[in-house]
């Protein structure tokens, strides 16, 4: 193949992405077109509704410290996070490997489930007092169970007849798990991480909302009070930021270990 | 040598098996005798329910049973349990994150065989099966027949000497299941493999089976062990010949449909 045809075909894939990306770059962009008039050409008061120009403003105006605030928000989501993923693969392992354990322990963590994340906020600030910690748990306690409940499913829904055909080559325990129940249970892991990675989100924020003397939460409690709206909008955004970037790495690397076919839609 | 006096490569006598769900039993299977020699082709023919899966399972060393003999192996063809099976089932079951070639080399990882032989051995068999060029494809990448050929491959990788096949081409349709079956044919005289092949289609049985036997449905028993004598090789010509009619009324008969 020649260099103009290489460079050929990767301006056309280029330009095939760009076909494919371009209707989602656009309605985002209408959004925030729509936003701007609506707020300017209908007279909306700024502290109801600021003006996309006026939102993104506030990132170089008062001393409200984003950056410090947005990596506390970030470091509570994602170390809870991480955490109920571990915690959530290894139990579930655990699970499979033993009936019993699974017996035991299910219908107390399914009991354990039934508590209300946010009811938990009071008694872990009398715990842990205010900071990152609390707040990583509450994200963590509400993101760890459907990682769970879906990586358990995995290793349960193994085709039975698979792990008959590498019975009968007497395959050790350890390479039927390495070799088959891990990886069916890859896109039921992901599967869960997913639900996972929007709920730790949520449940940093209202850690924050309950008691917190740092993060974007604790922030947009600060700017409410001084109705500064577009503070408020800011700090929204920059959540969703994190909520996407988070997101947006687990799809990554879902799309790395898993064949396009087997992954769970 | 005559097939009388040589030692059989699998022999099941009087075999029974019940299952047990909490105190109520189920059974499977209540008298199956029958022999098989070493480089038969032999088709286990039964209704839905019969048991033959069961009995798979059973010369699979993956199922118990209550009485009677299952024996496989003899002075001259010696069997090891762990490594001797080959298995194809009705679905393909190949790993979808694998590429074909390495879900042909599933079984020599287990068994743990030297990786460069078997990697060559995998695509000699691939090529076999018709399946040359798509050794790095991925299963989802594949029909359903190319997928059967795979396990197919898959089931000879390490040189079983018995293969056991359940309903392998039941999910396929009718001329791609007529075109596995001579093709079937091929593997097993170039290979020189025991096959047992369990098969709910009556034509099937008598167009592959060196020998069928017939399973009948509840009570579940052994009806008859039928030695089928048609010309070799077998091309689908012989379906319509008067021997191959006469077999097949036979086995109907034997399944109460004649
Ligand atoms: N694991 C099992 N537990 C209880 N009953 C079973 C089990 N497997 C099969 N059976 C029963 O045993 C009988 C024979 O089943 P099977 O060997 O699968 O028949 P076939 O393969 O001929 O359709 C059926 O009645 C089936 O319901
Ligand atoms: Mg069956």
Not at chain 1, 110 to 116: A, E, Q
Not at chain 2, 125 to 137: C, P, R
Request: hydrophobic share 50%; aromatic share 10%.
């Amino acid at each position: 193949m020649s260099v103009e045809s290489i460079s050929a075909a990767e301006t056309k894939r280029a330009s095939e992405r760009l076909r494919k990306y371009l209707p989602g770059i656009l309605s985002h962009a209408a959004l925030i077109v729509v936003w701007y008039l609506f707020v300017t050409y209908g007279h909306i008061p700024s502290f109801v509704m600021p003006s996309p120009v006026a939102t993104v403003a506030t990132l170089g105006g008062k001393n409200y410290d984003w950056i410090g605030n947005a990596l506390v928000t970030a470091s509570e989501i994602f170390s809870g996070y991480l955490l109920a993923v571990v915690v959530g693969v290894i139990l579930a392992i655990a699970f499979s490997w033993s009936r019993t354990t699974e017996s035991a322990v299910m219908p107390l963590l399914v009991s354990l489930n039934m508590i209300p994340k946010v009811a938990l906020g009071p008694l872990f600030i009398v715990w842990f007092s205010y900071g990152i910690f609390p707040n990583a748990i509450i994200a963590f306690s509400i993101s760890f169970f459907p990682i769970l409940l879906n990586t358990a499913r995995g290793f349960r829904e193994v085709e039975p007849e698979l792990l008959e055909l590498v019975r009968s080559l007497k395959s050790s325990k350890w390479q039927t798990f390495t070799k088959i129940q891990l990886p069916s249970a890859f896109p039921y892991i992901f599967s869960g991480m997913k639900i996972g990675a929007i709920l730790a989100v949520a449940g940093a924020l209202v850690g924050e909302f309950l008691g917190s003397s740092r993060g974007l939460g604790y922030l947009m409690l600060q700017v409410q009070v001084t109705l500064d709206t577009a503070a408020l909008f800011m700090a929204v955004i920059l959540i969703t930021f994190i909520g996407v970037v988070l997101y947006g790495l687990v799809i990554g690397l879902e799309r790395l270990m898993i064949v396009r076919d087997a992954r769970i839609q | 040598m005559s097939r009388a006096v040589t030692e059989p490569f699998i022999h099941v006598r009087a075999l029974r098996k019940t299952y047990r769900k909490g105190d109520r039993q189920f059974l499977a299977i209540s008298d199956a005798t029958f022999d098989v020699a070493a480089g038969e082709l032999v088709a286990l023919v039964g209704p839905s329910g019969c048991g033959k899966t069961t009995l798979l399972k059973i010369l699979a060393g993956l199922q118990g049973y209550d009485s009677g003999e299952a024996r496989i192996g003899s002075a001259s063809h010696p069997f090891d349990p762990s490594r001797d099976v080959g298995m194809v089932f009705q679905q393909a079951l190949l790993l979808k994150w694998r590429r074909i070639l390495q879900n042909v080399l599933l079984p020599a990882e287990i068994l743990g065989l030297p990786m460069a032989e078997s990697r060559a051995r995998a695509r000699e068999l691939l090529a076999m099966v018709g399946l040359s060029g798509s050794e790095d494809k991925y299963p989802y990448e594949l029909s359903g027949g190319m997928q059967q050929r795979a396990a197919i491959a898959r089931a000879l990788i390490h040189d079983p000497k018995l293969i056991l096949m359940d309903e392998p081409f039941g999910a396929l349709d009718a001329l791609t299941r007529e075109k596995m079956n001579l093709e079937l044919l091929n593997i097993w005289k170039k290979s020189g493999k025991t096959i047992v092949f369990v098969t709910h289609g009556i034509a099937e049985a008598v167009f592959l089976g060196t020998r069928v036997v017939v399973l009948t449905a509840g009570p579940a028993r052994m009806a008859d062990n039928i030695k089928i004598d048609l010309p070799e090789p077998r091309v689908l010509d012989v379906k319509t010949t008067e021997a191959f009619g006469e077999y097949s009324r036979r086995i109907y008969h034997l399944l109460g449909l004649g």
